[in-house]
């Protein structure tokens, strides 16, 4: 469905063989979902600018988070909570087993829930977060920036989607394929 408006607490789920983009109507942050996932979005206006937050169960997501100004932009998994100014990055969310991240540019705080451990996820490198309590940080392998290459080739097809502006009511605006 193209231009969906989408409001806080609602939730997107993919198929096998399903992708979602949404983008933030008070910034150019936008959000790649793509198949076999399960995401609910948070948001709150304040001040003309929204304060969000995305609680993903599990799946393989993009972020591309413009710089924030009112408040940090925040990705909740069942094992880590992930803290972003503006950046771009990917996640690979195993349910309760953990989390891969991959840094494509910026920085991202990454905390383990179970430990209360907190890493940095730079460009280049990737964060593993289990859900026993380990975190780490390891530079990107080459299979790994193959696999980035390989997701960004999949998604590659919907990077210059229009999406209308739509109501004012609306936090978000969706394309689903």
């Known amino acids: 469905y193209r231009g969906l408006g989408l409001y806080g607490d609602d939730r997107i789920r993919t198929g096998d063989n399903g992708f979602s983009i949404y983008r933030y109507l008070d910034d150019a942050s936008s959000i790649k979902i793509l198949k076999n996932s399960d995401v609910q979005i948070q948001g709150r206006v304040d001040t003309r600018n929204i304060v969000k ?6 799946g393989v997501l993009n972020f591309n988070i413009d710089k924030q100004d009112i408040s940090d932009f925040t990705i909740v998994t069942p094992t880590s909570i992930a803290t972003v100014k503006g950046t771009d990055f990917w996640l690979i969310c195993d349910g309760p087993e953990g989390d891969k991240f991959f840094g494509v540019e910026g920085d991202v705080e990454i905390k383990n829930i179970e430990s209360g451990s907190i890493v940095i996820l730079k460009e280049n490198s990737v ?3 289990n859900s ?3 975190i780490l940080v390891e530079n990107m ?3 790994e920036l193959d696999q980035i290459e390989d997701l960004n080739e999949e998604t590659g097809d ?4 229009d999406i209308d502006s739509g109501s004012d009511d609306n936090i978000i605006e969706e394309t689903d394929e």
């Open 132 to 134: 026993s309590g380990s």
């Open 158 to 161: 919907y990077e210059d989607i």
């Open 127 to 129: 964060v593993l977060s």
């Open 53 to 58: 937050q995305v609680e993903v169960n599990n």
């Open 141 to 143: 392998s080459s299979q």
